[in-house]
Every structure is written in C-alpha cells, then in structure tokens.
C-alpha cells in the first residue's frame, strides 16, 4: 500500500530536465515517466546517446541557463558510487547557480504520513519508510530498502537496494550503505562511512570508517 501524503511536498507543475544518463538515470526516468511528469529533455557530456528512454538530449549542462528557472526543477540521474563526490558536487554546483533539484519518488514506495523527506531526496520501487523515519537532503533511498521507525538519514547518503534497516538507527552525512546489509536497532554510523555490501552492522560505527564483513 501507497502511503505518500501531500506533506512530502513533490511539485506536480513544473516541467523537468533529466542530469545525466547512466543507469541510474533510467531509473530516474522511469520514475518521472510513472509520476506523468512533463521532461523536457537530458544533459549530458558531448559523446552520450541523443534518446533515453525515448527523452531526448537537449545538450549538455551549460544548455540549462537557457531556461526559466522558477518554471523548471532538475532530476538528478547520477548515481553515487562509494568514496565518489562527484554526484554531489555537481548538485551543489547547480544549487549555486539557483536551480531547484526535485524530489523523485517511485508511486510504488511505501512511505508513511509521518515520514520526512527533505529537498532533492529519491526514493525507488518498494522501497519502505516507516513513522519517524527522516532522509536528509540528495539522499539515495533505493530499490527495495527497508527502513524502520524513527531512523534518521543524513545528507548526501546512498541506501543501497535491499538495505534493512531496524528502529531508531542514526545515518551522518555522506555515508555509502552498501546493497544487501543489515542494520540493527539504535546504531549510529558516523559520517563519511562506508559500508560494505551484505554487511551485517550491530555496533556503532565510527566517522569515516570503511567497513567490510569479516568472514
């Protein structure tokens, strides 16, 4: 069941332009197109496809000036690989210049009324958020990730798909969950963390650690 609510303030009327067209972008796409919402086109580097998805290339992201900016918000299709800075400076980078970066929301996330999600925040298919829960500015919540009551994300955060995630868990800014991991009840993970795919967490974690499962 579809709890999205009206308070998690997605703008239904403005027109938008895709960032990019990796893989992550297609899933951007998809999820736009789900939403009906109006896309006006892509930017990218020179050498990318001109279609996606069927959306065309308007050119790359010097293209963007050319528009109104209070009549159009940005979709960011750059996916955030760990240890890599490059997704997030580019938003900081097109914030600066006085865009607005959208909200995506898959219409097959479950999310409850009492959830937050702050500016720029994507949520994919089936992922769940539970009462209580806060994802922080540009964070990745993605496919299938499970995240419990009363848990906080930070900024700037990737929740990899199937992540679970237990009550009152506590996420700093900048952290990498890496697909597959678990995370039990009332851990903090400090900011700048990495944490390695099928990792099972049951103790905090310290601001910039690399964390890999011992086997």
Known sequence: MNLLMNNHNIDRSKSIILIGSSGHA????DILILNKKKILGFTDIEDSDEELLGIKKLGNDNILHKYDKNNIELAIGIGSLPGNNKRWEIIKKLRSEGFTI????????????????????????????????????????NTNSSIDHDCN????????????????????????????????????????????????????????TKFIQKK
């Open 153 to 208: 994300i930070g900024d700037n955060c990737h929740i990899a798909p199937g992540v679970v995630m237990s009550g009152n868990v506590n996420i700093e800014n900048h952290v990498h969950i890496g697909t597959g991991s678990i995370i039990i009840e009332n851990v903090n993970i400090g900011s700048k963390s990495i944490i390695a795919a099928g990792s099972t967490i049951y103790k905090d974690i310290k601001t910039g």
């Open 26 to 29: 297609k899933v951007i796409a």
């Open 102 to 141: 959208a909200k995506v929301i898959d219409p097959r996330a479950s999310i409850s009324s009492n959830a937050k999600l702050r500016t720029g925040v994507q949520v994919m298919a089936n992922a769940i958020l539970q009462s209580g829960v806060t994802i922080g500015n540009d964070s990745i919540i």
